[in-house]
């Protein structure tokens, strides 16, 4: 039992670990030059890891005030920060297939 909880734990973390790779491919797909790679990883860095950083003070927070009834608000915002980033998703794929079709790619 303690081999399958080991493995059903580890999977989706070495799965994550395996996506880093990708992550970062969009930075040639939009055009970036090779030269601005680092501050262009550094910023978005800084963007997408901020959240990371007061996350737990604003639901903390939440949870103190409103206990139980903070977990829908937790939930709702967590949805609208998961749009947020499938807007920009979209955005990028846009900005990428309009420099595909100049390139005639």
Do not use: H
Not at 44 to 60: E, T, W
Not at 67 to 84: D, Q
């Amino acid at each position: 039992m303690a081999q399958l909880a080991t493995i059903v734990s580890l999977l989706p973390s070495a799965i994550g670990m395996m996506l880093y790779g990708v992550i970062w491919s969009g930075l040639q797909e939009c055009k970036f030059k090779p030269v601005y790679a680092g501050t262009v990883i550094g910023i978005a860095s800084i963007i997408g890891y901020l959240p990371d950083s007061f996350y737990y003070i604003i639901f903390g927070k939440w949870m103190d005030k409103f206990g139980n009834n903070a977990y829908p608000m937790i939930f709702g915002f967590l949805m609208g920060t998961a749009v947020l980033g499938m807007v920009i998703t979209i955005l990028m794929r846009k900005l990428i297939k309009k420099n595909n079709k100049k390139e005639g790619i």
